[in-house]
Each structure stands twice: as structure tokens, then as C-alpha cells.
């Protein structure tokens, strides 16, 4: 099974902030990696794909990187509507989420 | 417009089967490339995917969780269905249904989830 270690757990940042969390897995995952959003009481909402693809409505200010087994998802510029968690997700052997990064306003 | 929407007992016992059923529209379980996964979610912690059924009927397990799940599908009704054996208090989340692609790989479009509570 392929394990995904995903930081921070939580992240605190400023309105206008650069944020970065990232997530790396137990072996190569050939960029098969997603990013989602989770507000409080809603199912995730897909950001990113194939690590750096964005999906057709999700701002700029999203953006992802990565190879092998190390990955990072980024937030230029916070607003307020970001504030959430964000999860990882491998696909390229099975599924496996990593286990979330909770974002919250300093 | 795809949409999904999950339906469970609420409540149940523990020792019990957790039957959940997934409906949903602008997608067919019988074109190519089609799937619905689940994905559960404890109050307050992370996601854990569960099982993946396909247009082909192939179907993908959680290895930590296979010997308790049991996915199926009904095409005709637009449906898709999860069981799990012998639940207990950990069992205890929000059940999201997805719809996934082969080729893509993720899951892009989600239910509401249904809350599903484990109590004696």
C-alpha cells in the first residue's frame, strides 16, 4: 500500500499570505497526485490534478508541483474563502488520501 | 450535470451489516471508463477510501478493509451499493459517494455524504 505523509496538520496565515503544504508518498507515485478542498459540513471539492493541473473555474492563486514522491500544493495571495482543509490524494496505485492540512486565518 | 446523492440507515448497532446506497444522474455505471467510489470520513478527521466499482464491473478494495466490503452496482436503476460486515463504533462517519473516470483517476464530482452512526 502506498502511504501519503502529508504537512502540515494545521497552518495558520494572514489574508494576502503564501501558503504551502505538501505531501509526500512511501514510493513513486509518476505525479498522480490530486488536491482537494473541504469546508466545514461539505464534501471535498476537486483543485488539481496530475499534480499541477488546475480544474476549469479554480483560481490561479492554486497552483501544484512535484515528481517522484515529493509534492507540494501552494496558495498565493489567501483570501478569506480559502479558509479550509486541503487533503492529498495518490491514484496512481490504489487510492490513498493524505491525512489533511487545516488552514486557518492568523 | 452529474450529481450523487448517498442513503444509509442513520444508526445501527454494532456487529451489524452498514448497507449504503449511492443514486445518481448525468453519468451511466454502463459507459466506458465510467466509476463510483466510496470515501468515508470520521467526524473531524481525514478522508479514507474505501472501494472503487467500474463500468465493467471491476471493483478495487481498501486492503486494510476488504474483507468487510462488499461493492455492487445497478445500472439499470443508476445506482451503486456498499456493505460493510460486522461494523463497530469506529465505523462511525460521513459516507461519500464519487463518480471517477479510468484515464483520470480522481474523484471529481461527490455526494453530500450521509452520516452513519454506530451505537449500542
Known amino acids: 500500500d502506498i502511504q501519503m505523509t502529508q504537512s502540515p496538520p494545521s497552518l495558520s496565515a494572514s489574508l494576502g499570505d503564501k501558503v504551502t503544504i505538501t505531501c509526500q508518498a512511501s514510493?513513486?507515485?509518476?505525479?498522480?497526485i490530486a488536491w482537494y478542498q473541504q469546508k466545514p459540513g461539505k464534501a471535498p471539492g476537486l483543485l488539481i490534478h496530475y499534480t499541477s493541473t488546475l480544474v476549469s473555474g479554480i483560481p490561479s492563486r492554486f497552483s501544484g508541483s512535484g515528481s517522484g514522491r515529493d509534492y507540494s500544493f501552494s496558495i498565493s495571495n489567501v483570501e478569506s474563502e480559502d479558509i479550509a482543509s486541503y487533503y492529498c490524494?495518490?491514484?496512481?496505485?490504489?487510492?490513498?488520501f493524505g491525512g489533511g492540512t487545516k488552514l486557518e486565518l492568523k | 450535470q452529474v450529481t450523487l446523492k448517498e442513503s444509509g440507515p442513520g444508526i445501527l448497532q454494532p456487529s451489524q451489516t452498514l448497507s449504503l446506497t449511492c443514486t445518481f444522474s448525468?453519468?451511466?455505471?454502463?459507459?466506458?471508463?465510467?466509476?463510483v467510489g466510496w470515501i468515508r470520513q470520521p467526524s473531524g478527521k481525514g478522508l479514507e477510501w474505501l472501494a472503487n466499482?467500474?463500468?465493467?464491473?471491476?471493483?478495487y478494495y481498501n486492503p486494510s478493509l476488504k474483507n468487510r466490503l462488499t461493492i455492487s452496482k445497478d445500472t439499470s436503476n443508476n445506482q451503486a451499493f456498499l456493505k460493510i460486515t460486522n461494523v463497530d463504533t469506529a465505523d462511525t462517519a460521513t459516507y461519500y459517494c464519487?463518480?471517477?473516470?479510468?484515464?483520470?483517476?480522481?474523484?471529481?464530482?461527490w455526494g453530500q455524504g450521509t452520516l452513519v452512526t454506530v451505537s449500542s
Open positions: 464519487a463518480r471517477i473516470r479510468r484515464g483520470g483517476g480522481v474523484f471529481a464530482y
Open positions: 490524494l495518490q491514484y496512481d496505485n490504489s487510492w490513498t
Open positions: 448525468g453519468f451511466s455505471l454502463s459507459t466506458y471508463g465510467m466509476g
Open positions: 514510493q513513486n507515485i509518476n505525479k498522480y
Open positions: 466499482i467500474w463500468w465493467d464491473d471491476d471493483k
